[in-house]
């Protein structure tokens, strides 16, 4: 369920997001509608800093593109090889956010998806922050755009939209 999130749920300040307590989770489909594949990437770093005035706060994150797993260990070599992630030359997937959008049904976080060299707009439904005993929980949903994102590779077969949920956890810089 989505929640409008205030200036209550998080105090100001600088975040480090922990890659171990931190998951990406996607879903593919099939070009043909043959069943959904599901898989994980790996956080490598990342920052958030939410400013006094929370429309103002950034995000940024790096996912380790050589972490893609499915459970197919052919499938997932493929995937991280040159024809789609190219992860040996491009090891890191990259976000940036541009903006924070506070308003109804639900706060939205749009920035800069940028993977083998390429980048494309993504926009993340934020549904839930919770407080922990040592800093917050995030979790954010969306629908990627691999292919505007720099992974072209792969469209007779892979359709061109992954479904994602991020659950970061942060603590204090």
Do not use: N
Not at 16 to 45: C, K, M, N, Q, Y
Request: no cysteine.
């Amino acid at each position: 369920m989505t929640q409008q999130i205030s200036t209550t749920d998080i105090r100001p300040g600088t975040y480090l997001i922990d890659p171990v307590r931190s998951s990406v989770r996607f879903t593919a489909t099939h070009v043909f509608g043959l069943r959904p594949v599901e898989g994980t990437f790996t956080l490598r770093s990342g920052t958030v800093v939410v400013a006094g005035e929370l429309r103002r706060s950034t995000v940024s994150a790096e996912l380790d593109a050589g972490s893609f797993t499915t459970g197919d260990h052919r499938r997932d070599a493929d995937v991280r090889g040159k024809h789609f992630l190219d992860a040996a030359r491009w090891p890191a997937i990259g976000f940036r956010s541009t903006r924070l959008d506070l308003s109804a049904p639900g706060p939205k976080l749009t920035g800069e998806l940028s993977a083998r060299g390429g980048s494309g707009e993504v926009t993340l439904d934020i549904v839930d922050v919770a407080e922990t005993t040592d800093g917050y929980r995030i979790t954010a949903t969306g629908t990627i755009d691999r292919v505007a994102a720099g992974v072209a590779a792969g469209r007779a077969i892979i359709a061109r939209y992954l479904t994602t949920t991020i659950a970061v956890h942060v603590t204090t810089a």
